[in-house]
């Protein structure tokens, strides 16, 4: 379903499949609303019974004590039928924000790199936030406000009609007309002044976040006073938004008094003209004025609730829209998972394969190489080359444009997504870690993994020395996106946790660029000790750090334009052997 069609429904069939399970507590809290609002009407009737009872001399004696007890009862039922009528459907509300909510989250992660990289952090965490909140506001609106004044608006028609002449009731419903079409149209209105406040509301979201994220760059650059009034900018046009929706609500509360003051005013015209006649009693006066506030108060909310329940379905389209996002990567009805016992064999191959991030930007242009099982590969070249879109496709990040990546001789789409990247560990070149404790992103990569190897994966990415030194050990917080720790100490963390999660191919991306020259050979040695049993693709710019590969693949322009050892490619005086060369100088 498209984004477009999903906010085309009405939020009752949004929220229809989350609610069918609970039909017997949607049925006992609708009866208990009924009750409720019998109640409540009850009440003026009680009373003026308990008026025309009372003489102008004998007052509280005239008044039978059943009328007296009928009448507290009345009011406590009110009260006792509303609370259960909440104790029953608690439950479906919230286990139905639950759901729509986990369900929301799992759908995100479903999607696509391409997706992720183009979305606004701080706008998406405000959508998933108002459609949840606009559930519980949607489902109260309509089931515990909407729906009781209706009941309760039949039940006053009811008796008005019966008791009293046909002037009472067409007064009443003729205001009631008037009052709905007047909310409704300019509702309608000044929803586009709250569409877009909402809409400049999480732009600035976005950017304090996006701000305060890159902290850091922020410093750097001495921006604070830049990215302030860039802040202030989305504001300012947040604050016009805001002053319009504000002045048309004045608008409209003001018409919406109108309408009530003058339908009641003529309500109680024609009850005092009664009274005045002989045909009404005094108490007959005071049913109706007890049934015109009962009546009116819920309605003069009724403006307030439906441009809630608007701006409810609005929130919860958009929240919908997220999870009818297209998911652009997703398993084949057929796909088998990657067992273990294959996936140590491990074979990679890419075949004739081509990829565009965009149609008018190719990367990979028929790139075809094989990784038997065991070995090592290394993959170089110049910046833009198309070296890390190896490893995204390998991960089925995106899907190739053309040709087929295989492992042990099966095309990776025909596999189930979660199997694959468990058979694949990545070291990346940007290691982002969790807000959490540094234990906690260790075990990341296997959260079910024994003491002893978490303290095995620490040793071979050389952290003990570093953990050691930490007051709280593993349990030191680590800060947003791992900024508490020095680009190598995340690193280090990094390969711990792939190695943690003892994959069959591990990916290797830039992984020692933020390493000092001791730190990067010893955890050369280990990278060399752990990749003898698994197949590893290296990612590399510092070439002295890919000699013992197996083979080499010097990429240029999402081609493969040179393979071979070391040895073989420096002898072949290429691509190559001039990076080698230009990097030589550099360090020397």
Known sequence: MSSAGTQSLSPARLLLPYLAQYKARIAVALSCLVLAKIGNVSVPIVLKWIVDRMGADKALLAVPFALLLAYGLARLSVTLFTELREFFFAKVTQRAVRRIALETFEHLHRLSLRFHLARQTGGLTRDIERGTRGISSLMSYLLFSILPTLIELALVAGILAWNYDWTFVTITLITLVGYIIYTITVTEWRTAFRKEMNEL??????????????????????????????????????????????????????????????????????????????????????????????????????????????????????????????????????????????????????????????????????????????????????????????????????????????????????????????????????????????????????????????????????????????????????????????????QRVAIARALLKNPAILIFDEATSALDSESEKAIQAEIKAVSRERTTLIIAHRLSTIVDADRILVMDAGRIVEQGSHAELLTAQGLYAKLWALQAETTA
């Open 201 to 490: 509301d999480s732009k600035a979201n976005s950017k304090a976040i996006d701000s305060l994220l890159n902290y850091e760059t922020v410093k750097y650059f001495g921006n604070e006073r830049f990215e302030a009034d860039r802040y202030d900018q989305s504001l300012q046009r947040w604050e016009r938004a805001a002053v319009r929706s504000q002045t048309s609500l004045s608008l409209l509360n003001l018409g919406q008094s109108l309408f009530i003051a003058t339908g009641a005013s003529l309500v109680m015209w024609r009850a005092i003209d009664g009274v005045t006649k002989g045909t009404m009693s005094v108490g007959d006066l005071v049913l109706v004025n007890a049934f015109l506030i009962q009546l009116y108060a819920p309605l003069n909310f009724l403006g307030v609730i439906y441009r809630e329940i608007r701006q409810s379905a609005t929130d919860m389209a958009r929240m919908f829209g997220l999870m009818s996002e297209h998911q652009e990567i997703a398993d084949r009805p057929d796909a088998q998972a990657l067992q273990p016992d294959r996936a140590r064999a491990g074979n990679v191959s890419f075949e004739s394969v081509r990829f565009a991030y965009e149609p008018d930007r190719i990367i990979l242009q028929g790139v075809s190489f094989h990784v038997p099982a065991g070995q090592t590969f290394a993959v170089v070249g110049p910046s833009g080359g198309g070296k890390s879109t190896i490893a995204r496709l390998l991960f089925r990040f995106y899907d190739v444009t053309d040709g087929f990546i295989r492992i042990d001789g099966t095309d990776i789409r025909d596999f189930t997504q979660t199997s694959l990247r468990a058979a694949i560990g990545i070291v990346p070149q940007d290691t982002v870690l969790f807000n959490d404790t540094l234990e906690y992103n260790l075990r990341y990569g296997c959260p079910t993994a024994s003491d002893e190897g978490v303290a095995s994966a620490i040793r071979a990415a050389r952290l003990e020395a570093f953990v050691a030194l930490l007051p709280q050990g593993l349990q030191t917080a680590v800060g947003e996106r791992g900024l508490k720790l020095s680009g190598g100490e995340k």
